[in-house]
T-cell receptor, first 113, second 113 residues
């Protein structure tokens, strides 16, 4: 039972344009969401997070939007840069899951020059 | 500040053998979590240790075990290796508990032949 789903295995975006990565979840008890970025042969690195009491969190070029009613969150990267090419993982957690991070399968983002 | 260190980086074992992987968390971090990543899969949670106690466990067979020492360093052991255990094993450390921003090591790439 996949509680966190990233339905797009890959996404290709032109440099300078907006990249939008999507994530859906099924467990309404999730109250904290995180995005991680992973380069090949490296561990994931934390990118940005959002609490369920907010609907938007912004950090530089990265913005995460949370739609609780739709159980959907998205990561916007503007403008996209070649260094953004990586696999992006969405993760969710809650007190209900003893704060265990539940991960999506990842979306590979390719930024075309 | 040193990051999360995992050793070894690469390992080749044969079926039936056992293996021990090591993780040194960021200084001051008391939570250490272990994940398995296989191609096309998100990160599958193995277990979390906090102050030498296993606080959370994923859905893996008993062949997978771990422990944490008083200095927060952690080891993961897999006994009776199977071909399907070939994966990237990632360790993550957090200050308080898993589910907050976690810092990952580069992983140990285990190949079972």
């Amino acid at each position: 039972d996949q509680q966190v789903k990233q339905n797009s295995p890959s996404l290709s975006v032109q440099e300078g344009r907006i990249s939008i990565l999507n994530c859906d979840y099924t467990n309404s008890m999730f109250d904290y969401f995180l995005w991680y970025k992973k380069y090949p042969a490296e561990g994931p690195t934390f990118l940005i997070s959002i609490s369920s009491i907010k609907d938007k969190n912004e950090d530089g070029r990265f913005t995460v939007f949370l739609n609780k009613s739709a159980k959907h969150l998205s990561l916007h990267i503007v403008p996209s840069q070649p260094g953004d090419s990586a696999v992006y993982f969405c993760a969710a957690t809650s007190m209900d899951s003893n704060y265990q991070l539940i991960w999506g399968a990842g979306t590979k983002l390719i930024i075309k020059p | 500040k040193a990051g999360v260190t995992q050793t070894p980086r690469y390992l080749i074992k044969t079926r039936g053998q056992q293996v021990t992987l090591s993780c040194s968390p960021i200084s001051g971090h008391r939570s250490v979590s272990w994940y398995q990543q296989t191609p096309g899969q998100g990160l599958q949670f193995l277990f979390e240790y906090f102050s030498e106690t296993q606080r959370n466990k994923g859905n893996f067979p008993g062949r997978f075990s771990g422990r944490q020492f008083s200095n927060s360093r952690s080891e993961m052991n897999v006994s009776t290796l199977e071909l399907g255990d070939s994966a990237l094993y990632l360790c993550a450390s957090s200050f308080h508990r898993a589910g907050t921003e976690a810092f990952f090591g580069q992983g140990t790439r285990l190949t079972v032949v």
